[in-house]
Structures are given as C-alpha cells and as structure tokens.
C-alpha cells in the first residue's frame, strides 16, 4: 500500500487531495484559480504548514498566469495584491509567508510580464520538488535519532498528505516501513477536528505502520501503560530560540514528555523557522470557528450559547523540546545558537509588502 499523493501539478493545471473527505473518500479537486486555492488553504481542503506554502506558491503562479495586464508595471502591482489575498488566508504556518516571499522576490528580478509568469511558475515547481528531497531527508534523521525506539506518539498530521510526500514528524515511519523498520505509532485523535483520526491512522494504515487511535485525553496513561518511549511532532512556525508552535495539545504531549522522561522531538523543514520572532509569544495564533467545538459534524454536542475558546495551535517553549530535526540536520539546545548555526540566514518572512 501507499499513501496517495497529495499535490499534483499538470502543465498547467493544480490538482490536491481533498482532506475534508478522508478517510473514507478519495477526491482529487482542480484549482483552476487563485480564489480557489485561497479556499482550499481557508477550507482545510489542504492542510499541514509544507504543503500550505506549496499551494499558495501555485495559487499565486496561476493568478498571475491569468492576468490581463500589458505592461510590467501593472502587472507587479496585480501580483502584489494577489500576494496579499493569499497571505491572509492562514495567519500561524510560517511556510505560507516564505512560498508567497520567494516568488515575490524572483518575480522582481524580470524585465516582461510574460518572463514574471514562467519564473513564478518555474519557482512554485522548485518549492514543491525540493519540498519531497526535504522531507525524505528529515526521514532519515529521524530514523537515526529515534534509533531502536518502537513505542512513540505523535499528533495531528504531520505526514505525507500535509507535504510534497513523506512527512516530517510522520516521514520516520513511512521509510521505516520501506526497510523493515517496525513501529508501533499511537495517534492522538486531534480535536476538533480529528486529524489524528482522520488522516494520521488512514495514512500510516496505507504504509503498514503499525498504528493506535487514542483520544487526546488517554495521552498520559498511554505514555504510561504502553511504554510510549519517545514523542515526535510537526511545527508550523518555529522562532529564532526555538520555541514552535503546532496543532493544539502538542505543548501538552511536551509537558508529559518532560514528565514521564522521554524525548520530544520537532520535524519541520527549514522553511518552517521565522528568525523574526525572538520567541514564540510573539507568533500569532490562528482562533477557528466554535462550530467546531461545539459541533461533531452538523450534530450540535454542546448547549445553545455556550461560550467557546477554539485556538488551533500552542505554543511549545523550547526547554520541552529535547530536538529539532530538519533536512540540515537534528539541531539541539543551545536553540539560539545552534538555529543559527545550522540554518545560517534562513528567515521565514513576514508579510511586510
């Protein structure tokens, strides 16, 4: 078995697998347009900070390949504001500013419209080739650190379907599977909206990883009466010390990590670090729709008024986090410096356009 591909690119046409209908449906959708790749990112019809960043590169190529303008500076000034439409649709996974950023940049750098639109595109499809290289590459570090452990946790989805292919925190398992490597993965389940059931236990089901379903809240007895032996997340922003911000409830599996003394571990791209933030206090935190809460489904589970806090991400302080693992390299504390060290000038931008 494998895991379907998540983002498909066709001369000139944008497919992805629509993860509001896994497990139990397999719908590819087209992207025909800027709006819809806007919705797809807003929607969760794509999710997972790499491969975010990988659709709105493309979202914003084929808004720009679909521009009337006939002189180059009409058309930057189109290009900005579909930048800006773009930016606004995820405001935590930093990958979204860095894609959007580096086409900016290139895109400043020609002479003719039609020069801008084939460098855009060109730049989008080298997001998404290197993309895969750098997700096998945290694979493999991670199958070195994570060494003869069997027993580990993990939450929401940080896999193949939220990136080119592999994963990051999910990438260990999958080419563990393609050597003979045996893992024994519990899944949290990710509330509200599942992506630990959902996706998570239906992609490594696909591999033939060994997989477990536990609720959010069984984590701590889990840990203990499974033999959990290490922890391993995703990240949708990382600061310049280290701190890292993912899907709800991971700085609570930090927490119990700390507690029960096994290792925490973060797998994220370089793209995924925004040096800009000193820590992550400052990275904003993206608050969904109560619905979510207060909803499984159409079904209402919660009273009518009940007041709801719906954060989609936390913030892990990076003294809980024993590693970072990137393509470059597992960096360890001294985050501030060793970030550094190991990324050099590698900057998650803003949008500041």
Known sequence: ??????????????????????????????????EA???????????????????????LAI???????????????????????????????????????????KAE???????AKA????????????????????????????GDYRNVMTICNAGSIATAKYG??????????????????????????????????WELQQSGVEVTLITDGMAAHTIQAKGVQAIITGADRIAANGDSANKIGTLGLAILAKAFKIPFFIAAPSSTFDLNF??????????????EITHIGESRIAPQGTLVY?????????????GIITEKGIIYPDYQKNIHNTLGDQIGEEVSR
């Open 168 to 201: 990051t925190a999910l990438a260990p398992f999958h080419l563990g599977a393609e050597i003979g490597k045996e893992f024994h993965v519990y899944a949290c389940e990710t509330r509200p909206i599942f992506q630990g059931s959902r996706l998570t236990v």
């Open 310 to 322: 719906n954060p989609a991400f936390d913030v892990t302080p990076n003294e809980y986090i024993t």
């Open 109 to 115: 750098t020609v002479k003719t419209v039609e020069e």
């Open 63 to 105: 808004g720009a390949s679909q521009s009337s303008a006939d002189n180059l500076e009409d058309f930057q000034q189109e290009l900005h504001d579909q930048y800006i439409y773009l930016a606004g649709s995820r405001p935590t996974a930093v990958n979204l500013f860095w894609a959007l950023e580096r086409l900016m940049e």
């Open 119 to 146: 460098i855009l595109l060109s730049e989008a499809i080298a997001i998404h080739k290197e993309d895969e290289e750098h997700c096998r590459k945290i694979g493999e570090y991670a199958l070195a650190v994570l």
């Open 1 to 34: 078995m494998t895991v379907p591909v998540s983002i498909l690119w066709n001369e000139d046409q944008l497919t992805i697998l629509n993860q509001q209908k896994l497990p139990h449906v397999i719908e590819y959708i087209h992207l025909d347009n800027i």
């Open 37 to 59: 790749a806007f919705d797809a990112i807003v929607s969760l019809k794509v999710r997972g900070a790499p491969a975010i960043g990988i659709t709105a590169a493309y979202g």
């Open 278 to 291: 000193a820590e992550g206090t400052q990275i904003p935190i993206e608050e969904r729709d109560e619905k």
